[in-house]
């Protein structure tokens, strides 16, 4: 799916069609960098797109899921979440990204939990709040600390 253009006629069909013949989707959202060159969004301003729009497509997954099966849910902590820029050739899940920061298994699957969602960042005390503000300090975001 675009980070432009967000979910689309095109993408409620192919979902459609997964979930028709019982395909377990993953979401790779491309052309990240159309979201940086040309609407010159904010890590964070990006962050919130791509959280509504995985909230979106989680819509239109749970609209066409057959009652019988175990509801399906994409999110980026259960890796079946990707971001990308085909044109330049680079993509990552949130499990690369923490093995990139944390080499042991453990460590990277909490990092990697901290990596979406509000899990907020302090550079000083390095530790993570579930707040922005923290003391008087604006803390970032996991993901756009450590991913963005």
């Known amino acids: 799916m675009d980070a432009v253009e967000g979910v689309c006629v095109q ?14 989707p993953v979401l790779m959202i491309n052309k990240i960098d159309r979201a940086i060159h040309e ?14 729009v ?6 239109v997954i749970s609209t ?4 019988e099966e175990e509801e399906i849910i994409l999110d980026p902590t259960k890796g079946n979440v990707l971001f990308g820029a085909g044109k330049d050739q680079w993509a990552f899940s949130l499990e690369t990204m923490a093995h990139r920061y944390n080499k042991h298994d453990e460590a990277a699957k909490v990092f990697m939990s901290r990596l979406w969602g509000d899990h907020f960042y302090d550079e000083e005390t390095k530790k ?3 707040t922005e503000e923290h003391e008087g300090k ?11």
């Open 11 to 24: 993408t409620e069909t192919v979902l459609r069609q997964a979930m028709q013949e019982r395909i377990r």
């Open 39 to 52: 609407l010159k969004l904010s890590p964070e301003e990006m962050y919130k797109r791509f959280d509504r």
């Open 54 to 59: 995985i909230d979106q497509v989680n819509v």
């Open 64 to 67: 066409y899921q057959h009652e």
């Open 128 to 130: 993570w709040h579930e």
């Open 138 to 148: 604006h803390l970032k975001r996991g993901f756009v600390k450590f991913a963005m």
